[in-house]
């Protein structure tokens, strides 16, 4: 929601991105954020698109989930199911020019057309 970018880092398009920002709680320590849309219905053939870039050299050792839930509550965490995992890596060549986006595509599981769910 604050139009200002603290991070520096350019959105890949328009004025405004998500950004996870690196924390320092220790080796060995897990740490979750979670970015969670209002409801929505998949259609037919229903994607989830979006770009990614790194915002740093070198594989941090993190995990990228995108989840999908069906049920009524935005907030009930334990109700969402992976529908895609990623490492960094798997996200972008870490050999590669980081600074450069590139775009992911998920084919939702059928079990999820028609349905309203939270992403």
Known sequence: ?????PSGLAAYSGANAALIPLEQIGAGNT?????ITT???VPANGQ??????????????????????????QDNQAAFQIIQSYTE???QDLNGDI???TE??????AAFIGQTVYI
């Open 89 to 91: 890596s798997d996200l």
């Open 48 to 73: 989830l698109r979006f770009w990614t870039r790194q915002a740093q050299n070198g594989d941090q050792g993190s995990i990228f989930q995108i989840r999908a839930s069906l049920n009524a509550t």
């Open 104 to 109: 992911k595509v998920i084919d939702f599981p």
């Open 1 to 5: 929601p604050n139009p200002v970018n």
């Open 99 to 101: 600074t450069q986006y």
């Open 31 to 35: 740490e979750e954020d979670w970015m």
């Open 39 to 41: 409801q929505l219905t």
